[in-house]
């Protein structure tokens, strides 16, 4: 083990989910890269992948993100 490998504690009640393993985890276990949160409960973790997938069709429906301007077309 490295002499000055940190590990990272989680606060009880913060909850991840762990998109390595696929599951709910109570602290960050996994590193930041391989999770979401932290979330206040178990069930807002095990809705993760729903909620991402909720927030993405929003952000590509988006208007702000569509508009003609962005697409490189000229407005008449």
């Given at each position: ?42 069930a ?5 992948m ?27």
């Open positions: 083990m490295a002499l000055f490998k940190k590990r990272t504690v989680g606060k009880p009640g913060e909850w991840y989910y762990c998109l390595e393993h696929k599951k709910v985890e109570e602290g960050p276990d996994c590193p930041a890269k391989d999770r979401f949160g932290p979330y206040a409960t178990r807002e973790a095990e809705h993760a729903e909620t991402a997938r909720e927030r993405n069709l929003q952000w590509e429906n988006d208007p702000k993100w569509h508009d003609a301007t962005a697409r490189g077309e000229d407005e008449d």
